[in-house]
C-alpha cells in the first residue's frame, strides 16, 4: 500500500537515525566507563620518594586506622540509614569481615569479591569489593562460603556497599 500523503515514515528520516546513534553511543560509554573510583588524587601511599622506613610507618599507621567491621553490621547500617552510615563509614579505610557469595568480574573488567549478609542468604545488597589489578591474584583461590577479611576504602552504596582498593588479609 503506497504513502498517499507524501511524508516519509520515521525510520527513514536522518534525524531519526541521529538520535539512536547518540543513545546507543551513550549506552556504550556507560557500560564501558573508567574503572578507577572517579577521584583524581594520586595514589601516594607506595611513592618511590619516600624511603622505606617511611612506607612501613604509613601501612602500619592505615592499619591501625582501619575500622573493623563485619560485613552483616555494614549491610545492616545501610539498610537501615544510609545517611548515617555514609557518615560512619564512606571514605573510610575498613577492615570486613564476612563470608564470601560470589567471586567475579564486572562489566569494566574489575575483580571483585561479593560479601553476603548471613542473616538471609536470598538478600540483594551485599558488599562489595573490588581489587586493583595488582592485588587480582589474591582472590583468585577464594570459594563461595570462605570467611574472609578484607581491608580497603569504603565508598557508600550504590547497589551495593561498595569498597574499593581492596586488600585480602592473610
Known amino acids: 500500500m503506497a504513502n498517499t500523503n507524501g511524508k516519509k515514515p520515521i525510520?527513514?528520516?536522518?534525524?531519526?537515525?541521529?538520535?539512536?546513534?547518540?543513545i546507543i553511543g551513550g549506552i556504550i560509554g556507560a557500560v564501558s566507563g573508567s574503572p578507577d573510583d572517579g577521584s583524581s588524587k594520586p595514589d601516594t601511599s607506595n611513592?618511590?620518594?619516600?624511603?622505606?622506613?617511611?612506607?612501613?610507618?604509613?601501612?602500619?599507621?592505615?592499619?591501625?586506622?582501619?575500622?573493623?567491621?563485619?560485613?552483616?553490621?555494614?549491610?545492616?547500617?545501610?539498610?537501615?540509614?544510609?545517611?548515617?552510615?555514609?557518615?560512619?563509614y564512606k571514605d573510610q579505610v575498613l577492615k570486613?569481615?564476612?563470608?564470601?557469595?560470589?567471586?567475579?568480574?564486572?562489566?569494566?573488567?574489575?575483580?571483585?569479591?561479593?560479601?553476603?549478609?548471613?542473616?538471609n542468604?536470598?538478600?540483594i545488597l551485599g558488599v562489595q569489593c573490588y581489587f586493583d589489578d595488582e592485588n587480582k591474584d589474591?582472590?583468585?583461590?577464594?570459594?563461595?562460603?570462605?570467611?574472609v577479611t578484607i581491608t580497603g576504602n569504603c565508598k557508600g552504596k550504590v547497589v551495593n556497599v561498595s569498597v574499593k582498593k581492596c586488600q585480602l588479609e592473610a
Do not use: H, P, Q
Open 11 to 22: 525510520y527513514k528520516k536522518w534525524w531519526f537515525w541521529l538520535v539512536i546513534v547518540i
Open 47 to 88: 611513592s618511590s620518594v619516600s624511603s622505606s622506613a617511611e612506607s612501613k610507618d604509613e601501612e602500619s599507621s592505615s592499619a591501625a586506622e582501619a575500622v573493623a567491621v563485619k560485613a552483616v553490621d555494614l549491610i545492616t547500617a545501610y539498610e537501615e540509614n544510609e545517611v548515617a552510615a555514609d557518615e560512619k
Open 96 to 119: 570486613i569481615t564476612g563470608t564470601v557469595k560470589s567471586v567475579g568480574v564486572d562489566a569494566a573488567d574489575r575483580a571483585y569479591v561479593m560479601l553476603a549478609d548471613e542473616r
Open 121 to 123: 542468604e536470598y538478600a
Open 138 to 147: 589474591s582472590i583468585a583461590d577464594l570459594k563461595e562460603g570462605d570467611a
